[in-house]
């Protein structure tokens, strides 16, 4: 019994099986995405490794590294927020679009604390790109509403796009639902052409 | 010579005359403060150590610790931002000081990004006193504008203050000139009564 014990265990650790692969990449990112929601996890390999009922070494060869595994986990929760930002930027009012859309984005932030921390510095294209596609639909919607002469055109917009970046994930990650408010309506308030 | 030299050195280290003791203490704290602008720089003892041309154990000695030296470092620097928020409090137009003193602020946090990240969760008691003396200077300056119908009155103070010192220190660690330019005009505009 000792035995084949030990040979299937080694050989199941040399070479898991595909359905095995899948399953342990699966969980690992399942894990990793729960702790995101986490305030202040340490978002380690032990810790997804912990959470996911797996080894060190079996989440490591599952994404080939931690940061392919953040990455897929943070793209995995941003992918609805760019899908919501496009249907936005489709909006017929694109001045009520970008207040619904930020709105809904530092509530995002506001309850995924470790995103932002956990990636700085680590390579993560996925994530880039999202953010991408995240500051162009944004964009669409101030130049829509500066075409419908709801938002000011006397700053540049990548300026604009910029501070509004800052400002809003700064107040998601520190205020509560109150702060968002405030900050939403001094901001659009803030955007109106002047008169 | 080498056996008095050796006694001398001993006798210093165990007790520093006064003088010494002074000088040790100035030198850490300019090390302290000079490191608070460089962008990135570790606010290690060792590092503060190396750049004041002191020993480590004898930078921890001047001040009895990492804390207490970052607190009296970070509050030199504060101080004079505190007489300058108490003066544009008196101003007769607090909407125009508040905008001049945020200005001010702003990039003065833009000069000392070291500042905030290397107090965060360490005891600094003086600090945070003037951190209060600068909160509630702006509540002044929020309050007079008010007052004068220049800012709006339907966001509880507390949390309009909140709001804008988040925003603002966010914009103005990450951002350029033209960075803090923008949003000090968004936000002034923002914080205007409806009409």
Redesign the interface.
Same mark, same amino acid.
């Given at each position: 019994m000792l035995i084949p014990d030990y040979v299937e265990g080694t050989f199941q650790m040399s070479t898991p099986s595909r359905a095995d692969a899948v399953r342990n990449r699966q969980l690992a990112l399942d894990a990793a995405t729960a702790l995101l929601a986490e305030p202040d996890a340490a978002l380690t390999v032990e810790a997804i490794a912990k959470k996911a009922g797996l080894g060190a070494g079996t989440v490591v060869r599952a994404f080939g590294g931690k940061e392919a595994l953040l990455d897929a986990a943070v793209a995995g929760l941003l992918r609805p927020v760019v899908a919501r930002a496009r249907d936005l930027a489709a909006d017929d009012r694109p001045d009520r679009a970008l207040r619904t859309f930020l709105g809904e984005l530092m509530t995002f932030q506001a309850a995924h604390h470790a995103a932002g921390d956990n990636l700085r510095g680590l390579a993560a294209p996925e994530t880039t790109a999202l953010r991408g596609e995240l500051v162009a639909a944004v964009e669409t919607m101030l130049t829509g509403a500066q075409r419908a002469g709801r938002v000011?055109a %006397?700053?540049?917009l990548g @300026?604009?796009t910029?501070?509004i970046g800052?400002?809003a994930?700064?107040?998601a990650r520190?205020?509560a639902a %109150?702060?968002i408010d405030?900050?939403l @309506?001094?901001?659009? %308030?803030?955007?109106?052409p002047?008169t």
């Open positions: 000011r %006397d700053i540049p @300026t604009l910029a501070v800052e400002a994930y700064a107040v520190s205020g %109150d702060h405030a900050f @309506t001094v901001l659009l %308030d803030g955007l109106k002047s």
